[in-house]
């Protein structure tokens, strides 16, 4: 090494040095301004409830404010483009859920990768979902239910939010592990899936616990199967769908994440804040009220779980052949 390549190096080493000095002080510090929440969805919906709920209590611990931003459009598209462009500084985070894993195989042109364009923060939630059917339905628990499909394919439908929503591609999942077909109809949300259900316009539709077991315990509508193996207080009466199809364990999730390339010690200071905040005892309380179930991971376990679940749910939609069109 001459003494000119020996000094260059040297430069660039301090040079390195230097800016690791420099982001090292920045996440001691961190942080030192207001914390932006993106999420996409609008106001007044689940995921929108679920983020006015955490960032109070966050913005207690962090001693800054944490805003909750909505990016509403293209099932958390808008929101999680944004992020995932945004500077890696800890100022602006994305409540993600199981949408944004799922855009990447329904969305070819999808300008970010939901795995890659991300650093993990922490899991926060899931929401447990029901099948729920007519009153006329034949069936009553959920092996009931998939003998009645296989009894009569094609003959039933079943109505979700859309189009690749994790209720879509759960029951198609189940259809998938089961041999069954049912038709499926997407609406256009789901608020119209539970009085549709009840008038029999629809004999089957997936919708959220809440949503479901208010009608179901009104003697509206019956209460299936839960699709994921979750402890939901207030339907202790309604069975797990993998007591009839085993291993499967449908349910949104939500989880927080920091664009790409956020300082290790940026994401150990808020995900230690989550772990508070999701540990704290009227936590499931709270959260029971907006239809969610506590569900933390930290940073290295949700980094796993998202690419198990990405992987799944791109398996599920090849091998039953959906397409956004």
Sequence with gaps: ????????????????LLAAGATLAHAQTYPERPIRLLVGYSAGGGVDAVARLLAPRLSALLGQQVVVENRAGAAGVIAGDAV????????????????????KYMQPKLAFDPIKSFTPIAGVFKSPLLIV??????????????????ARPGVYAFATSGVGTVQHLGFEMMKGQTGTFALHI?????????????????????????????????????????????????????????????????????FLLAPAGTPPAIV??????????????????????????????????????????????????????????
């Design 1 to 16: 090494m001459n003494a000119f390549t020996s000094r260059r190096t040297m430069l660039a080493l301090g040079a390195a």
């Design 84 to 103: 995932a462009k945004a500077a890696p500084d800890g100022y602006t985070l994305l409540l993600g859920d199981s949408s944004t894993l799922i855009a």
């Design 133 to 150: 059917a007519n009153n006329d339905f034949p069936a009553k628990t959920p092996r009931e239910l998939v003998a009645a499909l296989q």
């Design 186 to 254: 997407p609406y256009r949300g789901a608020a119209q899936i539970v009085p549709d259900v009840i008038s029999g316009q629809v004999p089957l539709g997936v919708v959220s616990a809440t949503a479901g077991m208010a009608q179901a315990r009104a003697g509206n509508l019956r209460a299936l199967a839960i699709m994921s193996n979750d402890k939901l207080p207030g339907a202790e009466s309604v069975a797990a769908l993998s007591t009839a199809v085993p291993g499967i364990d449908v349910a949104p999730r939500l």
């Design 268 to 325: 150990d200071r808020l995900g230690e804040a989550v772990r508070t905040v999701m540990t704290a005892p009227d936590m499931a309380q709270a959260a029971a009220v907006q239809g969610a179930v506590p569900d933390f991971l930290p940073a290295a376990a949700l980094a796993t779980s998202l690419a198990q679940e990405s992987a799944r749910w791109g398996k599920v939609i090849h091998e039953q052949h959906i397409s956004a069109q």
